[in-house]
């Protein structure tokens, strides 16, 4: 069965330092992989995807991911967090052939120390 | 870009009442979707509607939930008697299509407390 694991539940970093993510899939064929992002009363807004091609994946905002199979990683990186990163983040699978049903992490609250 | 509307923002609520939320998804969009999540765990999938029918629900869509869309602009979760652990943040989304190559787009959500 489709699953996901972002095994830090908060981070802190100071504004201008690098992020990374952890997200971990389990996934039985090839996934389509997802990070969306929550700040405060907004919704959740779509970061990047991967499906195929070119595991290092570009998105909004600056943030990149890369999609390393043998690991059944999906991790998302910044290289220079703003303070405005400051939000919930949430990696996802697709469940199957279609899109609509996605499984969610935990998510990982980022806290940005100016 | 394009938003999903979601109303109210947070909603009290007693054990045992009714409660209907409320969604406005995006004017072109066919396919809709509720999730939810529940304080300190995953975002989970509830259901899904096209063509004013469930395309899929999940082991958590019982009999005590319904969804329709009963005006071509509204789309609603409706919980017949609330439980304390239907206490949760409900989110509302929406797709034009489900090419797995198409975006979902999420309301804020509606914050249920069952008291």
């Known amino acids: 069965a489709q699953s996901v694991t972002q095994p830090d539940i908060h981070i802190t970093v100071s504004e201008g330092a690098s992020l990374e993510l952890r997200c971990n899939y389990s996934?039985?064929?090839?996934?389509?992989l997802f990070w969306y992002v929550q700040s405060p009363g907004q919704g959740l807004q779509l970061l990047l995807k991967?499906?195929?091609?070119?595991?290092l994946v570009q998105g909004i905002k600056g943030f990149e991911a890369e999609f390393k199979r043998s690991q059944s990683s999906f991790n998302l990186r910044k290289p220079s967090v703003h303070w405005s990163d400051a939000a919930e983040y949430f990696c996802?699978?697709?469940?199957?052939?279609?899109?609509?049903?996605?499984?969610f992490g935990r998510g990982t609250q980022l806290t940005v120390w100016p | 870009e394009p938003e999903v509307t979601q109303t109210p923002s947070h909603q009290v609520t007693q054990m045992g009442q009714e409660v209907i939320l409320r969604c406005v998804p995006i004017?072109?969009?066919?396919?809709f979707y509720w999730y939810r999540q529940i304080l300190g765990q995953k975002v989970e999938f509830l259901v899904s509607?096209?063509?004013?029918?469930?395309?899929?629900k999940s082991e958590i869509f019982d009999d005590q939930f319904s969804v329709e869309r009963p005006d071509g602009s509204n789309f609603t979760l409706k919980i017949r008697s609330t439980k304390l652990e239907d206490s949760a943040m409900y989110f509302c989304?929406?797709?034009?299509?489900?090419?797995?190559?198409?975006?979902?787009?999420f309301g804020s959500g509606t914050q249920l407390s069952v008291l």
């Open positions: 989304a929406s797709s034009l299509d489900t090419l797995r190559d198409e975006k979902l787009f």
């Open positions: 996934y039985g064929a090839t996934p389509y």
């Open positions: 991967y499906f195929s091609g070119d595991t």
């Open positions: 996802a699978v697709d469940g199957g052939s279609t899109l609509g049903r996605l499984y």
């Open positions: 004017s072109n969009h066919l396919y």
């Open positions: 509607f096209y063509n004013n029918e469930i395309s899929e």
